[in-house]
C-alpha cells in the first residue's frame, strides 16, 4: 500500500513538472491567459532603442508594464466590454480613419519625387521668402577630455594647420560641423562666445560639463539675410511634396464625386434644409399671386 502511494506520488511530480516546463518555456517571459511575451520579443523591442546596453530596470520596466496592459485588456474582454456600444462607435471612428488615410497614402505613392529643377525653380520664384530669421553660424568643433591635448589642438588651429593637429590621448577626439540658428540652439554659455566670433576665428578651450570644446567659424549669415538655395533645399523639397499631395488629393475628390454623381449615389446640399426653414417657405407668398 504504502509502496503504490509513493509510486503515484512520483508520477504526480512528474506530471506536474512536466506541465511547468511546458508552461514556462525558456523563450517565454511573461503569459497572461493565451497570451505570451518570449524574449526574442524583447530582444527587438532592445534592437529599436539602438542603444548598446539596456539597463535591467528599463527591461523590467517593459515587461511590467506589458503584463499590466495584458491583464487590464483580458479583464475587459471578460466584462464584454469589445460589445459596448461606445466602443463600437470609436472603433468605426478609428477604422474610417484608417481606411482614409491608407487610400490617401497609396495615391500619394504615384507621386514622383522632386527633382532638381523644380527646386531651384521653386527657389528662384519665392527667393524672398528664405530670409534668416536670427543670426546663423555654421561651426566646426572639436571635443576631448584631454584638456592638454585641446590646448595643442588650438594651438595647432591658429596657426592654420588642418592636418596631424591632434596628439592628445588616442581616440579622445571627436570632430564634426554644426549649424546654429540663433541662441535657442546650443547652450548659452556656447551662444555667448561663438555669437561673437568673426568667420575663421577658433574660440578658446571652453569646458562644459566634463569635456572640453574649441569652435572654429566656419560661416556667418546675419538676421535678415537672404539664405541660399543649399540652406533651403530640404524645405523646398518638403513644400512641392505638400503641394503635389494636396493636388492629388483634390484631383481624387474631384473624380469621386462626378463617379458618384452619375451613378446617383451623392447628394449634396449647399445648405442644411431643418424643419424651421422648411415651415417658413411654406408661408411665404407665392409669387404666382402678384
Known sequence: MHRFLFTLLVVLLLVAGCTREEIWEPEVVARVGNRTLTASEIATWEASLRQLDIPQEVRSAFIRHWVEDELLFQASLERG??????????????????????????????????????????????????????????????????????DRLRSNLQRGRQA???????????????????????????????????????SHVLHLNDDYWIFKLIDRRE?????????????????????????????????????????????????????????????LPDSSDN
Do not use: C
Request: glycine share 8%; charged share 30%.
Open 164 to 202: 596631424g593637429i591632434w596628439s592628445g590621448k588616442v581616440g579622445d577626439l571627436e570632430n564634426g560641423r554644426i549649424s546654429l540658428d540663433g541662441p535657442e540652439s546650443t547652450a548659452p554659455e556656447v551662444w555667448k562666445v561663438v555669437s561673437r566670433m568673426v568667420v575663421g576665428q577658433v
Open 81 to 150: 466590454l469589445d460589445d459596448d456600444p461606445w466602443v463600437a462607435q470609436r472603433l468605426e471612428e478609428i477604422n474610417r480613419s484608417l481606411l482614409v488615410s491608407r487610400l490617401l497614402e497609396i495615391e500619394y505613392r504615384k507621386i514622383t519625387t522632386v527633382s532638381p529643377g523644380m527646386v531651384h525653380s521653386y527657389f528662384k520664384e519665392n527667393a524672398g521668402e528664405f530670409v534668416w530669421s536670427h543670426l546663423h553660424l555654421v561651426l566646426d568643433y572639436w571635443r576631448s577630455t584631454d584638456r592638454k591635448g585641446m
Open 223 to 283: 538676421a535678415g539675410e537672404p539664405q541660399g538655395l543649399d540652406d533651403v533645399h530640404d524645405e523646398i523639397v518638403q513644400r512641392l511634396l505638400e503641394e503635389a499631395r494636396r493636388t492629388a488629393k483634390d484631383e481624387l475628390i474631384r473624380e469621386l464625386i462626378e463617379e458618384y454623381r452619375r451613378l446617383g449615389k451623392l447628394h449634396w446640399a449647399k445648405q442644411p434644409r431643418t424643419a424651421e426653414t422648411a415651415k417658413s417657405e411654406e408661408t
